[in-house]
């Protein structure tokens, strides 16, 4: 309370006599120092500090995408009092499709925090404030610490000498106390080493467990739940397979992957091929790289492919754009790209934005045989497996070869039967003679 009085005391004095002629300089003064003194005692008392209006700057949500407006608050990266650089993370949002990191615009020492863990924050929403310029206390003895360690280093070796030194008067004083021998340690008698040992007891295994954990959704599977079911419920969903004999593309990869590295810098792979194989087969059927839109059909001349990629928080699909223009490198260097910022949690929402046709991979995970659902509103995906060799007949001799089951979902809506098996079969015919892809037949 004494302080609150002199805090309003301070700041009613000033005004006051800043007004008379003879005094205003002492006036001022002793204005000045009742405001800090007042300020100093509420401080220590209320556990509160004042700031500058012009240093202290208040840091909102930042906009995220144009269909995302909210958000929930994951994690604060820093903490009260903590020390922040310009561009350093700050806080992690959750969205229903990436983490949004924010970031501060300006060094200084983080002050307030306006929103919790597990918050649902909004575009726009007060987050945090930040003292600008300032710097955290503390941080200037950080040079001292490092220097006295220096000198601890330093001083370490000119101790080792008298340890040392030490065991040079152990023989006097042992040849002082010689007519006083030590006991001896009594011997280990053949019954003692042979002891029996300890029975071991049948293990109990007792009750099993049956208990069981609630974890809350997040965002992002939530928002594939919601969309999943939507395609279910949306689509005229059909399924369709084929086989691909994957000898010449695996002769091919063996015989250049070592020049491509070489050359390029990036592993040659098979999405690189696949990927050209689609984007080939959209053009020459272009029903399949079409959506729906109210009553119209929207065909693409563009092939933008989004490549399904499993992440620890749900299924993500950054989107290859314009791959008709690409070619197998050039594919393999944007997917180890964009494989680089999934590992890095840095997969913005403009990577997954848009995309005419998926492709997901699950014979990384050894499927053998699956239906992939659709993703909205395209209206085809591609389901590839894994490559196992079969027995199959090769010029009416049984041959073993590496195999692959490849499936097309589509929707029946827009694509019929025919443009299909047409469309997945363009794909197996270029795969299994790569010389296509170059000519374009």
């Known amino acids: 309370m004494q302080s609150r009085l002199a805090f309003q005391l301070g700041q009613s004095m000033a005004p006051a006599l800043k007004h008379t002629t003879a005094f205003a300089p002492m006036a001022r003064l002793a204005g000045a120092l009742a405001f800090q003194n007042a300020q100093s005692a509420f401080s220590k008392h209320s556990g509160l500090r004042f700031y500058s209006d012009g240093k202290y700057k208040t840091i909102k949500v930042p906009h995220m995408a144009d269909s995302i407006t909210e958000g929930t608050l994951k994690a604060w990266v820093k903490q ?46 007060d987050l945090f404030r930040i003292e600008e310029g300032a710097v955290a206390e503390g941080g200037a003895a950080k040079p001292k610490a490092s220097e006295a360690a220096a000198e601890a280093e330093a001083a370490a070796p000119a101790e080792e000498p008298k340890k040392e ?63 999943l079911k939507q395609s279910q419920n949306t689509a005229a969903s059909l399924t369709t397979f084929n086989e691909i004999d ?42 399949v790289n079409a959506s729906i839109s109210g009553d119209h059909l929207v065909f693409y001349d563009y092939c933008d492919v989004s490549v399904a990629v499993a992440t620890p928080k749900g299924l993500v699909t950054p989107v290859l754009r314009n791959t008709e223009r690409m070619s197998m490198v050039d594919v393999e260097q944007e997917i180890a790209n964009l494989g680089r910022k999934a590992r890095d949690n840095k997969i913005t929402v403009e990577d997954m934005a848009g995309g005419t046709f998926t492709i997901s991979n699950g014979g990384v995970f050894g499927s053998l045989y699956g239906t992939p659902i659709i993703n909205m509103p395209q209206a085809a995906i591609l389901g590839m497996h894994a490559i196992k060799e079969r027995p199959v007949v090769i010029n009416g001799k049984i041959e073993i070869r590496p195999m692959m089951y490849v499936a097309l979902s589509y929707d029946h809506r827009i694509i019929d039967g025919r443009e299909a098996v047409t469309f997945l079969v363009k794909i197996k015919e270029a795969i299994e003679d790569p010389r296509r892809l170059l000519l374009n037949v």
């Open 80 to 125: 009260v009092g903590e020390q922040v650089e310009q561009d350093e993370e700050v806080a992690s949002i959750e969205t229903d499709k990436v983490d949004i990191p924010v970031n501060s615009p300006v060094a200084g020492v983080l002050r307030e925090l306006l929103a919790n863990e597990e918050d649902t924050v909004v575009v726009g929403q």
């Open 165 to 227: 030194a030490a065991p040079a008067s152990a023989p006097a004083s042992a040849s002082a106390s010689a007519p006083a021998p030590a006991p001896a340690a009594p011997a280990t008698t053949p019954a003692a080493a042979r002891q029996p040992k300890e029975e071991t007891k049948p293990m109990s295994f007792g009750e099993p467990n049956r208990s069981e954990r609630r974890v809350k959704m997040n965002r992002m599977r939530l928002r594939i739940s919601e969309r």
């Open 246 to 287: 994957m000898t010449n593309l695996m002769d091919m990869r063996k015989q250049y992957k070592d020049a491509v590295l070489k050359t390029h810098g990036v592993k040659l792979g098979y999405m690189g091929a696949f990927v050209k194989a689609c984007s080939h087969a959209l053009q020459a059927v272009p029903e």
